[in-house]
């Protein structure tokens, strides 16, 4: 069954599996999360949670959103993400998430926002091996030539060059959940997910890979 959690990335560590593997890690916060608004198949088309996770100040909410969080008997929060779900039975208005929903073996998807890396070269951005790097080749980590051919007057869409890099927005598909800490509203996940430290993050349940892992020699 699909469900869902907002969280916040807390950093990586590494940690020694059952068969003695050591395996990198990514620690999120997950939750508590409270529902800010039920969405019905009936109603609205398709059935959802709106989940708000980590209180802010009333003195920094609109007051439009103020009396929303009013309704749903909440405190005004900083990320608000809707989770798909199958069926919307069973979920209420101010009803808190916790980490519990999930369990130790399932994979999720965990969708975050990448680092910023502000206005970067083509071999960064894009992996290029640039020029000669002898002495007197004076073509290094420059462009070059990006067309050749009758179309030489204009530049292939889409064509890799230098730019923008970052803050764009990632899922990271079937990570295995190895620990759960319900004390600490903790999920430790094996491997990376996108983000900086602090950054907010979506967790739901994976698409590609259901069920709980057998913890095979892995």
């Not at 997950?30 to 608004?37: D, E």
């Not at 951005?125 to 462009?143: D, E, N, T, Y």
Request: glycine residues 12%; charged residues 30%; proline residues 3%.
């Amino acid at each position: 069954m699909a469900k869902g959690i907002l969280g916040k990335k807390i950093g990586m560590t590494q940690l020694y599996t059952e068969h003695g593997r050591l395996v990198p890690v990514t620690v999120i916060e997950a939750g508590p999360c409270t529902i800010l608004q039920v969405k019905e198949l009936s109603k609205d088309k398709y059935t959802a949670v709106k989940l708000g996770f980590d209180d802010k100040k009333e003195s920094r909410t609109n007051k439009p959103d103020l009396g929303n969080f009013k309704k749903a008997k909440s405190a005004p929060k900083k990320f608000i993400k809707e989770i798909r779900l199958e069926s919307s039975d069973g979920y209420e208005v101010g009803q808190e998430m916790k980490v519990d929903i999930f369990k130790e073996g399932e994979f999720v998807d965990v969708t975050g926002i990448t680092k910023g890396k502000g206005f970067q070269g083509g071999m960064k951005r894009w992996g290029w091996h640039g020029g000669p790097g002898s002495h007197g080749s004076m073509f290094h980590r420059a462009v070059g030539s990006i067309q050749s051919g009758p179309r030489l007057t204009k530049v292939t869409k889409g064509h890799h060059l230098p730019g923008h890099m970052g803050v764009d927005k990632v899922t990271v598909q079937n990570l295995e959940i190895l620990k759960v800490d319900k004390e600490k509203n903790l999920l430790v996940v094996r491997g990376t997910v996108a983000g900086h430290i602090n950054s907010y993050l979506t967790v739901r349940s994976a698409k590609k890979k259901a069920g709980i892992s057998k913890q095979k020699n892995i």
